[in-house]
């Protein structure tokens, strides 16, 4: 078995991709220590954001539970009704991202009250020169793998100004124990035959791969997609039940006739009875018609349980695949190619 070769992970995954991710836990029990802004008189939130850096707030909005309007926005500019009642939280690993300095210009002209999230770069100049309440990423890590420490400095913001629940920031840190003793499961050191991460692996390699979740655990679903593109370089697109029902159900029923894909599904009981039943009738009406799915069960008692288990499972089923991918999973070279030619 080739993920059962420790000399040949090491020697793909020569950033040590997992070794970041098995120490994920820790990030959930960081305090960033940065004093609760002044800010007054909030009717919305809205962080702009990409990939990596917009997904914790995706987490956020499923299961932080915000007590006022909040949207992410993945664009230049924003909404029409960003103005001075908004909370606008610029968010950038890089702190270079260009859309998301294009968004905080327009935030600043509008009179937002604003934060910045970043582990440097022009946002983190931008908040030092203009005095925007400043959450530091530690860095050293790709922007894929330090969300948690973006879902932790979300909370910590948002909870003492009542934007999200009371006991949201204590529950994030004391799920970091619960974590790493889940991680342990699906280390390299595990063989195949008792590592269900890697057995899932076997099932996806050479297929674009479709991911479906129920609106609670879509925030890892979503994540699992991140990581297949950028992990293991690899085609993979995400939905979700009940809106799959209305479209792409249908488009499963003909063409094309060969299907190489490979079909996730993350099935999760904390999700609506309907949803789970829309589970079980798809795939009944749709039996011959698509791959039989690879169903994932998330494990835990909370739904915080079930997402940080989800996402931490995919993130490792991601870098197997890289690794049987013949890739380190680290780089990202075609994503900074890209910027380049942008910037010329």
Known sequence: ?????????????????????????????????????????ISN???????GSAWPAVYLQSWGSPTVPFEIVRDYSLPAY?????????????????????????????????VVIAAGGKLAERAKTTGHTYYEIPGGIQPRMSSFYFLVAMAELLEPLGLIPKGKLAELNAAGD????????????????????????????????????????FPAANKFKICLNENAKNVAWVNQYPEF???????????????????????????????????????????????????????????????????????????????LNGLNPTPVELVEKLKQLLND
């Open 178 to 217: 619960w974590l790493k003793d889940q991680l342990a499961l699906w280390k390299p050191e595990i063989p195949t035959a008792d590592n269900p991460a890697k057995q899932l692996t076997l099932e996806l390699i050479g297929k674009s791969i479709v991911v479906y979740s129920g609106p609670k655990l």
């Open 82 to 114: 960003v103005g001075k009642d908004t909370l606008f939280i610029s968010s950038s690993y890089s702190g270079n991202t260009e859309e998301t300095l294009s968004a905080l210009d327009d935030a600043e002209a509008r009179g937002a009250q604003i």
């Open 1 to 41: 078995m080739m993920l059962d070769d420790l000399k040949l992970i090491h020697d793909r995954d020569a950033d040590d991709a997992l070794g970041v991710v098995e120490k994920q836990w820790q990030q959930l029990k960081h305090s960033f220590e940065v004093p609760v802004p002044d800010f007054s008189g």
């Open 45 to 51: 939130i809205v962080l702009a954001g990409m990939g």
């Open 245 to 323: 029902n209305h479209n792409e159900f249908i488009g499963w029923s003909s063409h094309p006739v060969d299907k190489p894909y490979a079909v996730v599904e993350i099935r999760s009981n904390l999700e609506h009875p309907r949803v789970q039943k829309r589970f079980e009738v798809s795939e009944r009406l749709l039996s011959g018609k698509r791959p039989a799915p690879e169903v994932i069960t998330p494990q835990g008692e909370t739904h915080l349980q079930q997402l940080l288990w989800t996402s931490n499972f995919c993130d490792f089923v991601s870098l197997y695949v890289a690794i």
